[in-house]
């Protein structure tokens, strides 16, 4: 049997959930593994969430938000951009490979991008071992 | 579990059932999360239909559900008519969640069991979410009946006019020193051919009298806070270096100013206006305007010749900028657009060849009131031109600038087809890709130009060039075009070009939209709520959009839009109050350390330190819901209503999961 990641997507509602939306509205086919969750804004996803979601078992986990400049709260986004990277070390230093988790910005316009950054995630997360695994 | 959980899931006719197995998610609902307090598990054509929406109101009485979960199509769409539901059953409507099972699901996912797994997966996120969802109570704000128009084209003034006489107080706002728009521009107007400033001028004249109305013109928004209902507007009046209160309008100031400008607004860069003006002489308000990096007096020290000669001592060198704020319920924007710039297509030659003009340079020729007295004329200001070429699309309809349709350049260079024909009679070429006429009277007034005897070309052009390569063509410029009708390569020569230059997204367009917080399209037009049956709002409760500033658009169609912008803002006011989302974020006292960083964090400066207790406090009117500073606090002291961790972290439970037990089964 191949192997299915299981990926989890933090998305903010205002930008990246749309986007996600109009992939849909616009028929655009992607992989089924990424299960989104909406959020108000990139800036409520702690750390400590995405390593709960990687406690659960998750093989990727990704933040998406609005563009730098565009974000719906003004600057929420500029937390993310801060966190998420240094969170991607923290990841390293435990023995997660970091590209595990991924930052995105997707626009509500960004249907096209949606889909070619799910797609490539997807691809990325499959090339790895399941995740359970590397952590026996 | 104590919950008695309800799932609905909907086959959006056959939008989602035609790829999920809607009665196979209901039925595993049922079965597999029943200890997660599912009693109720159905599937239905439309549950956004009223026969829907009453199953779930009966099961909520009948059943007693506590928490209802519907899966169906985006939240964004439908999240309010099933929390409406669930409140009219009498149940808390953030005991509610949906989840996305058509744009994120049945759209996107090419394979049938696959995406019937996703939607399983997706239900169960759902329902270990709503277990742990809280009831909120919504805030209810009273509405500022006061709007705020901004953009004084017809469709600014069109929705500025329609609140006025409804009783509300417009305040609108114009950057340029007259209301009017490109409007106020143009000559004729397709397809009755009446004159544009008989049809706008009265429409000005209205708003700028009107005493509901205040307007600001030579003004900008400079900052935009609260949210529906209650926004704080602070807008920057520029100094206009005029006293209104003494001014008459006479226009001495302009006769006698020795500064002439080229001006690159009104006139599109073909004539000349003074360095104090009026845009027009109809211009509302009908106060002039002193051009500071112009004028004589600010650049040398010398002249003031403006107010040696006002009668009325209405110039004042020292005037400043005002600062003005206004509280407003509502906004409208109706920025509109701007012309693509014809140079980005070097083979077309605009800027380099003389007697290539764009189309507002040959509206403004063509307009009595313009700098050639309505004479049509080469660059040089008196041939007449015996042929004239129109290129459409230029711009639009063309991956390398913008790919969408201009919408109005076909029947704008039918219009112009006819007034070359009518004011010279010379030989007309329209060069299209396709003719588009979709309005009403437009593709009868196609035929008055084809009975009128317009040559129309079918192809792009591909360049406009003054070099001569065959006999006939010297002094001329040679429009070199594939007509794709006869398949055959063609150099045709004219005396002058018109390019039909696409429309396209204010240059500032995606500044304003985060000053007014809405999106853009990729294009940097706004977007609307929703494309059909939500034109004119945005997803910013509050904030609406008319005219071209959402998409290039026709005369009727932005008047349509800003009466339609009214109309909405109109039913706001008239509810008194309205609600707002309770999602808002709290301190937990008890273990905040009152380390600050979440104060530091929040976009608003909604947390403020509270001195005596040593601990952050949220004020809960300013919360915009967020939840940056719940990303920050360390000590998880602060909670988001609505999006608690504990609700995310079920939610992701849920997922993970029902994504496991997939795995299982096919290993076993």
């Known amino acids: 049997m191949m192997y299915q990641p299981k990926i989890i997507g933090f998305l903010c509602n205002w930008c990246s959930y749309r986007g996600a939306d109009t992939a849909g509205m616009a028929r655009m086919k992607y992989p089924p593994n990424v299960k989104i969750i909406r959020v108000p804004c990139s800036g409520r996803i702690s750390p400590e969430l995405v390593l709960r979601t990687f406690r659960e078992g998750a093989d990727g986990v990704m933040v998406l938000g609005c563009h730098i400049g565009d974000c719906h709260y003004s600057t929420g986004n500029h937390r993310t951009a801060k966190r998420m990277p240094v969170l991607k070390k923290l990841l390293e230093y435990s023995g997660i490979e970091p590209e595990r988790l991924h930052i995105n910005w997707v626009s509500a316009a960004e249907g096209e991008k949606f889909t070619v950054v799910i797609k490539e995630f997807t691809e990325k997360i499959s090339a790895l071992p399941p995740f359970v695994e590397t952590m026996k | ?668």
């Not at chain 2, 764009?358 to 700098?371: D, H, K, Q």
């Not at chain 2, 317009?454 to 390569?469: D, L």
């Not at chain 2, 109109?570 to 008194?576: K, N, T, V």
């Open chain 2, 1 to 668: 579990m104590s919950e008695k959980i309800g799932v609905y899931v909907c086959h959006c006719g056959s939008n989602i059932a035609g790829t999920v197995d809607v009665e196979g998610v209901a039925n595993w609902a049922a079965k597999e999360l029943a200890e997660r307090g599912v009693v109720v598990a159905r599937d239905y054509k439309f549950m956004c239909s009223s026969l829907g929406q009453e199953l779930i109101e009966k099961d909520i009485k009948e059943h007693g559900l506590t928490r209802v979960v519907v899966a169906a199509c985006s939240p964004h769409l439908h999240e309010p008519t099933f929390r409406g539901a669930c409140a009219r059953a009498g149940l808390n409507p953030y005991l509610f969640e949906m989840t996305n099972i058509r744009e994120q699901d049945s759209w996107v996912t090419a394979d049938k069991q696959e995406a019937t797994k996703k939607a399983k997966s997706l239900v169960a996120a759902a329902v270990w979410r709503v277990a742990h969802q809280q009831p909120l109570e919504s805030l209810f704000v009273p509405i500022d009946p006061n709007v705020l128009v901004v953009g004084g084209g017809i469709t600014g003034i069109q929705a500025s006019l329609e609140i006025a006489n409804a009783g509300h107080h417009v305040y609108l706002v114009e950057r340029e020193p007259s209301i009017g728009g490109h409007m106020a521009q143009f000559d004729k107007t397709f397809p009755t051919l009446d004159c544009s400033a008989c049809i706008l001028t009265p429409k000005m004249f209205d708003a700028g009298n009107h005493k509901n109305i205040t307007l600001f013109t030579w003004s900008e928004v400079e900052k935009v806070e609260g949210y529906i209902g209650n926004f704080t507007v602070t807008i920057r009046k520029k100094a206009r270096y005029i006293d209104e209160e003494n001014c008459t309008g006479c226009g001495v100031c302009e006769e006698k100013c020795p500064k002439k400008v080229i001006d690159t607004v009104f006139e599109a860069g073909l004539g000349y206006r003074k360095a104090v003006y009026r845009p027009f002489p109809q211009a509302v308000p009908k106060y002039p305007v002193i051009d500071r990096p112009n004028c004589i007096f600010f650049q040398r020290g010398t002249c003031k010749a403006c107010e040696k000669f006002c009668p009325t001592g209405a110039i004042k060198f020292d005037q400043q900028d005002e600062i003005i704020t206004v509280k407003v319920g509502n906004i409208i924007l109706a920025t509109g657009y701007d012309l693509f710039d014809a140079r980005k297509i070097p083979n077309y030659g605009y800027g380099r060849l003389p007697n290539v003009f764009t189309s507002l340079e040959f509206e403004r020729m063509t307009n009595a009131a313009g700098p050639t007295g309505g004479k049509v004329v080469l660059r040089d200001g008196v041939t007449q031109p015996k042929s004239v070429a129109i290129v459409h699309c230029v711009g639009s309809r063309d991956k390398n600038y913008h790919k969408y349709c201009s919408s109005i350049c076909c029947m704008q260079s039918l219009k112009f087809a006819h007034l070359v024909h009518e004011k010279t009679g010379a030989e007309v070429y329209n060069f299209y890709i396709d003719i588009r006429t979709p309005a009403k009277g437009y593709e009868e007034f196609y035929q008055r130009l084809l009975d009128e005897g317009t040559h129309f070309v079918r192809g792009k052009v591909a360049e406009i060039t003054n070099s001569v390569r065959i006999p006939g063509e010297e002094g001329k410029l040679v429009v070199q075009v594939e007509d794709t009708l006869i398949g055959k390569q063609r150099r045709i020569p004219v005396d002058m070009v018109i390019l039909s230059a696409a429309l396209e997204a204010r240059a500032d367009a995606k500044e304003v939209a985060q000053k007014f917080g809405i999106s853009c399209s990729a294009d940097d037009w706004f977007i609307e709520r929703h494309p059909k049956l939500d034109p004119v709002a945005t997803m910013t409760d509050g904030v609406f959009i008319a005219g071209a500033c959402q998409g290039p658009k026709d005369i009727p169609a932005s008047v349509a839009q800003g009466a339609a912008a009214a109309a909405r803002v109109l039913s706001i006011i008239g509810q008194g109050e309205i609600e707002i989302e309770a999602a808002t974020a709290m301190v937990d006292e008890t273990t905040c350390v009152g380390c600050k960083q979440c104060i530091a964090s929040c976009p608003y400066q909604a947390i403020i330190y509270l001195e005596d207790k040593g601990k952050a406090y949220v004020q809960e009117a300013l919360c915009k819901g967020c939840g940056t500073c719940v990303g920050t606090c360390l000590p998880k002291s602060i909670t988001l209503k609505h999006f608690t961790d504990d609700q995310i972290v079920s939610e992701m439970i849920g997922a993970m999961q029902a994504m496991k037990s997939f795995e299982t089964m096919e290993v076993s």
